[in-house]
């Protein structure tokens, strides 16, 4: 199988989804003739042209706008978000157009829409322009929200949110675009809404994905060496969140962490441990952990904003207090 | 204007110039982080703009803010220090290069979301009108912010609720890779004004003295008919968007032309021809501002790192 980085995978799938369905087109700010901020649709531009690789204004409400217009009367857009810190800046369309038309039109439109957008901290950006704030998202029925940890997932996840017939928000993490995994030769599409067992083990059960996914991974070959054994579900979507692989894993382990890259209070580590709860309460032994973000906004200074996110070590000592 | 004020110009474009040069060898060496735009080339926009404003006129603008922070008086150590994440930095290390600003000085910051700055600025205008003062309020901001609804949304509400605010765009031709006719339905930022029904001109952004002219009658204007203004100044970036520009979008001859057009060069040679000041005085402003710049470079290096209890301060007041 060969081994590409998350950023090549992301480019496949868009790539290949372009040559396959002419509907297929990509919308949002340096997105052509600059080859994408993070340089996923380099080469897209001169390859596809300007109409199906379109760079727009400044103008994240025209982009989102024009993207569900152009959805509803059959097209398929994929409209990128230079960071998803900037879909603040039109709200309205994320939330409470896209996931909301069909339904309140009762059933009239399809908006076969994907909204690519690199979320993340870590990168010393400062408060506005580090932000994790996927749960916010997966709070609205309606919209789908994506955000996967591998290579092999990102291309297979972002192939079946393009042929979608609802919105998709697919998060992809900033410092992430290097990570290198196998992938499948050829074609291959990975249904939206399953979780997936990572790595196996029989003591204490981490859910986690995306950036978590990558600090989970390293927490347990770490933990391996003291003669721990995790086991890694990787969510892959948060909305709709499928908890059969969890609560299959939580059975057999009774514990759990949970580790996510957002902020604790009211995050999808708070929504995972409800489910865990209300499911499978009885086979718990320990409380259930979440490995989060400090409660801040984001610092510019490196060492505090490395002290704010959540690191290997916080998830190899609450591995540890769950097993107590 | 006196020889004072025009030295006191020339040393602030120099300055400028010298610590964002140094500030692309720190972050080339690792020492700055995130995302740092230089504002070389367009330094005549800012130092004119300033020069004309009373302390008590207020003064905002984007990320692109190291200039405008030295102009409204913020020391190069201060700026330096922000740039390295030092606890002595404008926002205490915790904004960096995007985001510096002193209440002090009356700059309230370099803001990093698109055009998002713009319908703050009329909230600063809002304050002074309710509390009856007539300070004026100076927003920054660049082509590719024309585009995006907030700034129509600032101008609209700037005329109909008559706010003091000079909207001065500064047009450096592009907003990140994309040219203002790629993206702009009209290519003359100023014409946007029209809709508003709001007074605008335009002004040759690599002269300090004509942004300086400009500004002033703007300035007036805006205070005594409390109206807002627009200004577009035409000016260029002669570096990339931000560290690490692949600059496919422009040609280098492009480049070039302008830089050839070098706003200090231009300010010297305009000095020159006056008859009270010598090439000998301009060459010690250069040699006080490059010793200044090192002064700061040693002040951030040995400045603290902000402490752990800062991370968890000014989250809320009571912090
Ligand atoms: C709402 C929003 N969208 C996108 C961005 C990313 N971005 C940062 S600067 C920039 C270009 C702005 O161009 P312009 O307003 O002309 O200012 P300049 O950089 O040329 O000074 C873009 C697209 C952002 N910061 N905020
Ligand atoms: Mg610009």
């Known amino acids: 199988m060969p081994r590409i980085t998350m950023r090549e995978a992301i480019s496949q799938a868009l790539w290949e989804e372009m040559e396959r369905d002419p509907a297929v087109f990509i919308l949002g700010e340096e997105v052509g003739v600059w080859g994408g901020t993070y340089a996923v649709t380099k080469g897209f531009y001169d390859h596809f042209g300007p109409q199906r690789v379109k ?32 879909a603040f800046s039109a709200m309205d369309y994320v939330v409470n157009q896209a996931p909301k038309l069909r ?53 297979g996840l972002l192939k079946t949110a393009i042929r979608s017939d609802d919105p998709v928000l697919f998060i992809e993490h900033a410092t992430m675009y290097q990570v290198r995994g196998e992938v499948p030769e050829g074609e291959y599409l990975i249904p939206i809404g399953q979780s997936k067992v990572q790595r196996p083990g029989r003591d204490v059960t981490i859910v986690t994905y995306a950036k ?22 990787d969510l892959r979507t948060l909305r709709p969140l499928d908890m059969g692989p969890v609560l299959e894993s939580f059975k057999k382990t009774n514990r759990a962490v949970i580790v996510e890259e957002g902020w604790r209070s009211y995050g999808v580590g708070a929504e995972v441990a409800a489910r865990i709860y209300e499911e499978a309460f009885d086979y718990a032994d320990a409380p259930i952990l979440r490995v989060a973000q400090k409660e801040v906004p984001l610092p510019y200074n490196r060492t505090l904003e490395q002290a704010a996110l959540p690191q290997v070590p916080d998830i190899t000592a609450a591995v540890k207090e769950v097993l107590k | ?23 692309a060898e720190l972050y080339q060496a690792g020492k700055i982080g995130g995302f740092m735009h230089l504002y070389i080339g367009q330094e005549a926009v800012s130092t004119g703009l300033i020069a004309a404003r ?45 985001h510096m600003a002193s209440v002090e000085k009356n700059m309230w910051g370099g803001h990093a979301i698109v055009g998002g700055h713009l319908p703050i600025a ?8 309710y509390q009856g003062n007539d300070n004026v309020t100076i927003c920054m901001f660049g082509d590719g912010a024309t585009n995006i609804g907030y700034f129509h949304e600032a101008l609209n509400v700037s005329m109909t609720w008559n706010l003091r605010v000079l909207w001065v765009c500064e047009n450096n031709q592009y907003g990140m ?21 709001m007074k605008n001109s335009r ?4 002269d300090v003295l004509a942004v300086y002219e400009a500004a002033k009658q703007a300035i007036d204007y805006v205070r005594s008919e409390s109206k807002p203004y627009l200004l577009e100044a035409v000016t260029y970036r002669f570096r990339g968007h931000s560290m690490g520009d692949p600059e496919r979008y422009r040609s280098q001859d492009e480049v070039k032309k302008w830089q050839d057009n070098d706003p200090i060069g231009i300010f010297r040679a305009a000095l020159l021809k006056k008859k009270n000041i010598t090439a000998a005085e301009l060459d010690e402003i250069e040699a006080r501002a490059e010793a200044d710049t090192q002064k700061a470079v040693e002040f951030a290096e040995a400045s603290p790192e902000p402490g752990m209890e800062e991370l968890f301060k000014d989250v809320y007041v009571e912090d």
Do not use: W
């Not at chain 1, 025209?62 to 994929?78: E, N, S, T």
């Not at chain 2, 740039?83 to 002595?88: E, F, N, S």
């Not at chain 2, 009329?122 to 009108?129: K, P, R, S, V, Y």
């Open chain 1, 103 to 155: 339904y309140m039109f009762g059933g009239q439109f399809r908006i076969p829409l994907v909204i690519r957008a690199v979320g993340g901290g870590g990168r010393q950006l400062g408060a506005t322009h580090s932000q994790t704030p996927d749960a916010v998202f997966a709070h609205f029925p309606g919209l789908k929200v994506v955000s996967p940890g591998t290579p092999e997932d990102a291309k």
């Open chain 2, 122 to 129: 009329a909230g600063l205008a809002l304050g002074d009108q």
């Open chain 2, 1 to 23: 204007m006196d020889k004072e004020k025009l030295l006191q110009m020339y040393y602030e474009m120099v300055l400028i110039r010298r610590v964002e040069e140094r500030g």
């Open chain 2, 203 to 206: 002004v040759d952004g690599m």
């Open chain 2, 54 to 98: 009373e302390p008590r006129d207020r003064v905002i603008t984007a990320y692109r803010d190291h200039g405008v922070a030295i102009n409204c008086g913020i020391s190069a150590n201060e700026v330096m220090a922000e740039l390295l994440g030092k606890v002595t930095g404008t926002s205490k290390g915790k904004g960096g290069s995007m």
């Open chain 1, 212 to 233: 978590g996914l990558e600090l989970s991974l390293k927490a347990a070959d770490e933990l391996a060496k003291e003669g721990i054994e995790v086991e890694i579900v």
């Open chain 1, 55 to 86: 760079d727009t204004p400044i103008a994240e409400n025209a982009i989102l706008g024009a993207a569900i217009g152009a959805a509803m009367v059959g097209l398929r857009p994929v409209a990128e978000l230079m960071t998803i810190n900037f």
């Open chain 2, 177 to 197: 890779g994309t040219s203002v006719e790629r993206a702009s339905a009209v290519s003359e930022i100023r014409q946007k004004a029209e809709g508003y029904g």
